[in-house]
């Protein structure tokens, strides 16, 4: 099947940098959507980023300028490079997968909604 595994996270001062990967790891012949989510304890997971399988990216507003998204398809890894932190960033950040091809034997699988472990980025001074 598919695994996510996330890292990059930890703690930054308001206006700093982290940049998080999602590495991808499975016999994967490919995946077409990816994106990056973030939660909070008490409220709901939200989409930060998103990337499609022609590489079209959207963003949430309150990142938007501030986050780029991409992905390196050779490597099946995910990045998420976060610049101009603020404190309201603070979460743990999930990566998403769907529409992952992935083989078990000989066989050729298609499947959805895979899910990481998640990374804390905590902003704080």
């Known amino acids: 099947q598919v695994q996510l595994v996330e890292s990059g996270g930890g703690l930054v001062q308001p206006g700093g940098s982290l940049r998080l990967s999602c590495a991808a790891t499975?016999?994967?012949?490919?995946?077409?959507?990816m994106a990056w989510y973030r939660q909070v304890p008490g409220k709901q997971r939200e989409l930060v980023a998103a990337?499609?399988?022609?590489?079209?990216?959207n963003y949430a507003d309150s990142v938007k300028g501030r986050f780029t998204i991409s992905r390196d398809k050779a490597k099946n890894t995910l990045y998420l490079q976060m610049n101009s932190l603020k404190p309201e960033d603070t979460a743990v950040y999930y990566c998403?997968?769907?529409?992952?091809?992935?083989?078990?034997?000989?066989?050729?699988?298609?499947?959805?909604?895979?899910w990481g472990q998640g990374t804390q980025v905590t902003v704080s001074s």
């Open positions: 990337v499609t399988a022609g590489e079209n990216t």
């Open positions: 998403k997968a769907d529409g992952a091809r992935y083989y078990d034997g000989p066989h050729l699988y298609l499947g959805y909604d895979y």
């Open positions: 499975g016999r994967i012949h490919s995946i077409d959507a």
